[in-house]
């Protein structure tokens, strides 16, 4: 790699799930940080993250054809770096595979990436995928983001090994992040403009700390705590796992009015076989009734899930037990994805892996089901009036757009301000929104 200037702009792009969107907001807010400004929309960068995930087959490949087509205007390449859970596990790789890339950080590390970039700017490539335990967060800067819907994440990594997920070898082991650190960025992200805060991790509901007082908390008391902040609006979390769930959590939705009525439970299968094979520790009934102990405290709560047809030796019985839990549950809303073999992991070597055909026909199976249920969600709640919290204007002059307390969209009309807590009226519903009439803004 040749030596060239520092970057004047930068983009970062990220793949996956949410908590790559908050490690490409830190790693935005790192590069500001060094000077270095956002390049306008529809303008080509002079540095160009590529925030990567693993989660699920051809993301590797996505990863090399899109730095096959980085370009900028004069038709020389950008600065490239590599980050994500396909840097954390292909970074030598893809060192040796592709040349125009100077940098490879890992999700642990990339609050290095302002000095992995000053050697690549002086033409040294570099590989950064350590896991220090915690010194990201430190090392990161102050807050600066100013949308009223923002991700803070509390709990990283994973400790369950699902025998299908690489998420436990790229996020490393379950750490969770001190109280006092997470109350003080709630509080900046609060200051800078946020009225609603998802709190992440790949296993949130596993976060655990101390209080102000040295006594152990888990997520209900951080969220309690997070509740205090008068222009905090709305608090949500995700993703849990059925097992961690705990007594105080499950209260906390009966207890706490800014604690949305929505819960991103992820059951992946219907059949206590599968879920054993996929080392899930759950079974299909003890899942369901840990629904019913939410739907007592907060009965209007939405649903949510992630489910994968096709798991190594799922027989068509086996499918259609997941078809049994979805008519059981009726989800407002769901993720559903066919088996994907990832490298070391042990489902990837079990026998008796199934079609692609197959795994086709019970996705698009599923799918109905799911959609089914997801419209008959949205259509249930016409006539009810709620409180939307107004994220962007909408596609239409005068429309605005913005998450029922179910995090459905909602489209309506009428005088309003990115920011406000709007009441309104459910009017009309499709599959993936609602029209609403405003009744009267409720803050400014
Ligand atoms: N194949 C298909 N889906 C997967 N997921 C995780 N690993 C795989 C895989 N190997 C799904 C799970 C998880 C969601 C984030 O992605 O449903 O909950
Ligand atoms: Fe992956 Fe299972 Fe951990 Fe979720 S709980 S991140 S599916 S290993």
Not at 344 to 364: C, F, H, N, Y
Not at 406 to 432: C, H, K, M, T, Y
């Amino acid at each position: 790699m040749k030596p060239s200037d520092t970057p004047k702009t930068y983009r970062v792009k990220s793949f996956g799930c949410q908590m790559n969107v908050y490690d490409g907001e830190r790693m935005a807010e790192l590069l500001d940080a060094k000077g270095i400004k956002p390049a306008a929309d529809g303008e080509e960068a002079d540095l160009v993250v590529l925030n990567t995930c693993h989660i699920r087959e051809k993301a590797t490949e996505k990863v090399y054809s899109d730095i096959g087509r980085l370009r900028k205007a004069d038709g020389s390449k950008p600065l490239i770096a590599v980050a994500g859970c396909v840097a954390q596990a292909e970074g030598e790789e893809i060192m040796a595979r592709a040349p125009a890339v100077g940098m490879v950080v890992g999700p642990q590390a990339y609050h290095r990436l302002p000095d992995m970039l000053d050697r690549a700017v002086k033409g040294e490539r570099s590989t950064d995928t350590d896991m220090p335990e915690d010194a990201k967060f430190a090392a990161l800067p102050k807050r600066r983001k100013v949308a009223p819907t923002a991700f803070l994440t509390v709990q990283e990594g994973c400790d369950k090994f699902c025998t299908y997920c690489v998420v436990p070898y790229t996020r490393g082991a379950e750490i969770s992040r001190p109280f006092g650190e997470l109350v003080d960025e709630a509080a900046r992200l609060v200051d800078a403009g946020a009225r609603e805060i998802t709190l992440l991790g790949q296993n949130v509901n596993a976060w655990s700390g101390e209080d102000a007082k040295g006594r152990a908390v888990g997520l209900d008391g951080l969220v309690k705590e997070l509740a205090r902040l008068p222009d905090l609006k709305r608090i949500r979390y995700t993703t849990s796992h059925p097992n961690d769930m705990t007594d105080g959590l499950i209260a906390a939705h009966g207890e706490i009015d800014k604690l949305m009525p929505y819960l991103h439970l992820p059951v992946q299968s219907g059949s206590d076989r599968v879920l054993k094979a996929m080392n899930r520790s759950h079974t299909a009934d003890s899942y369901l009734k840990l629904l019913d102990r939410f739907r007592e405290v907060r009965p209007d709560i939405a649903l949510s899930g992630d489910f994968i047809v096709g798991f190594p030796g799922e027989t068509d019985a086996e499918f259609e037990e997941t078809l049994q839990i979805v008519d059981a549950v009726r989800y407002a809303q769901a993720f559903s994805f066919k088996y994907s073999p990832r490298p070391g992991t042990p489902a990837a070597s079990m026998d008796d892996q199934i079609a692609k055909e197959v795994m086709d026909e019970r996705l698009q199976r599923l799918q109905a089901a799911l959609n089914r249920d997801q419209l008959a969600f949205n259509e249930a709640s016409v006539g009810k009036t709620c409180e939307v919290l107004v994220e962007r204007k909408g596609k239409y002059p005068g429309q605005w757009l913005g998450k029922s307390p179910w995090l459905q969209s909602v489209f309506f009309e009428g005088d309003a301000q990115i920011g406000d807590l709007v009441r309104v009226e459910l009017a009309e519903a499709g599959p993936n929104s609602l029209k609403g009439r405003v009744l009267e803004s409720v803050s400014a």
